[in-house]
């Protein structure tokens, strides 16, 4: 499976601790992450991480054609709703095409654990019908 991870900035730690603790799960899929972010994941929990451009440099822009293209099976994209963003519509516009084309997509950490375990137990496997 191909799982995209994105973190605003004081996020990056939550989502660092995320991937080190679901390590042995993330290990087995295709993870794809913005610049910063998947620096962090890789060097953090040792896994390989395609990385995108920075979020706000048009890394949430690649996401979102992989997403519409049917390229991605699950977004984890841990946001501080308190901290608006200038580029805030590319952020709506990923969680708007996850919504139209049946991403699975985890905005917090309680969802991003029961996604992550989910995508263990084989409970997401009908994405690889979908695509």
């Known amino acids: 499976m191909n799982i995209a991870l994105i973190a605003h900035d004081n996020k990056k730690k939550l989502m660092e601790n995320l991937c080190i603790a679901y390590r042995f799960i993330l290990n087995k899929h295709t993870l794809y992450a913005?610049?910063?972010?998947?620096?962090?994941?890789?060097?953090?929990?040792?896994?390989?991480?395609?990385?995108?451009?920075?979020g706000h440099l048009g890394g949430e822009q690649q996401l979102g054609s992989q997403v519409a293209h049917n390229d991605i099976d699950l977004v984890i994209f841990l946001r501080d709703p308190l901290a608006p963003?200038?580029?805030?519509p590319d952020i709506h516009s990923v969680m708007r095409l996850c919504d139209i084309h049946n991403i699975p997509l985890a905005s917090n950490l309680a969802t991003a654990e029961a996604l992550l375990l989910a995508l263990d137990r084989g409970d997401l496997d009908w994405r690889k019908i979908v695509r």
């Open 34 to 54: 913005t610049g910063t972010t998947g620096r962090i994941i890789e060097e953090a929990a040792n896994i390989t991480v395609n990385k995108y451009l920075a």
């Open 85 to 88: 963003k200038h580029y805030e």
